[in-house]
């Protein structure tokens, strides 16, 4: 049963989150960095749930990228015990919401209790039905594609794919989840205008919408002006309407 309210807009199908402005938002307060990671994740649920109920039907949200393994031990080490709180605590709102969880990025370099908490986390929502919900952690877009073109090169050598027959949806097959519809809405917080490194294939044609808000501070009220933002775009795709 749809929750959509008479109000809420029609909005984008598939929605991405760069979460930003966690360390900014805790130094305006005067505290340490990781409260303010600590805070994001009640930003985290509010904009699950909100999504979900909003019909949206993918949420990519980016939690660590592969250029944050270069940040102090400390705050990584802090930022995974935050992850597996979140796993652990918010499976009873994930079964509520219907959502199913998966993981975007590479597994190498996350410890056995991350990929332990996260593969029971995907197995126990396999079978939801609703919003399918990704965790982008350990993840670089670059880092993506060259996983992707090393598994193309390997059937190529192994005589399967004859290199003319690569196209773009041979790319796409070799994403990590090539089954995700393409963010329509792509949404930053803490003002910075850039991808840093997120969903490059992906965002080709995103709408971009960037809030000043830091990560922490993003409320429902903010999900909706960026839908509504959305709502105002005229989507054209190269074409001339
Ligand atoms: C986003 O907040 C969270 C992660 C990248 C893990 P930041 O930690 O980047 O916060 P700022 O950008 O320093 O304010
Ligand atoms: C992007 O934020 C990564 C995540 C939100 C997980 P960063 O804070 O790492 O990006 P830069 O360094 O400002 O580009
Ligand atoms: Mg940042």
């Known amino acids: 049963m749809s929750t959509r309210g008479p109000n809420d807009l029609v909005g984008p199908r598939s929605v991405a989150v760069i979460m930003d402005g966690n360390g900014r938002w805790a130094k305006r307060a005067g505290l340490e960095r990781i ?5 994001g994740i009640d930003a985290v649920r509010t904009t699950v749930t909100e999504c979900a109920r ?4 993918a949420l990519v949200l980016y939690a660590f990228s592969e250029e944050n393994w270069a940040r102090p031990q400390r705050e990584i080490d802090l930022l995974f015990k935050l992850l597996k709180r979140f796993l652990r605590e918010e499976r009873d709102t ?3 919401n219907r959502v199913r969880l998966l993981h975007s990025g590479r597994r190498a370099r996350l410890s056995p209790d991350v990929l332990g908490l996260l593969d029971e986390t995907m197995a126990m929502t396999a079978g939801n039905d609703g919003m399918r919900l990704s965790l982008a952690i350990s993840y670089g877009g670059r880092q993506e594609l060259a996983d992707g073109v090393q598994a193309i090169a390997r059937q190529v050598q192994a005589g399967t794919l004859d290199p003319a027959a690569i196209t773009e949806e041979t790319i796409r097959a070799h994403l990590y989840h090539p089954e995700l519809p393409d963010p329509d809405l792509l949404i930053r917080t803490a003002g910075e205008m850039r991808i840093s490194n997120f969903l490059l294939w992906q965002v080709s044609y995103a709408e ?3 809030s000043d808000v830091c990560w922490p501070e993003f409320g429902a009220e903010h999900l909706a002006a960026a839908f509504a933002d959305y709502g105002r775009r005229v989507r054209k795709f190269g074409k001339v309407l």
């Open 54 to 57: 909003l019909g949206v039907q």
């Open 208 to 210: 971009i919408h960037v």
């Open 94 to 96: 994930l079964m509520q």
């Open 35 to 39: 409260r303010g990671h600590e805070r």
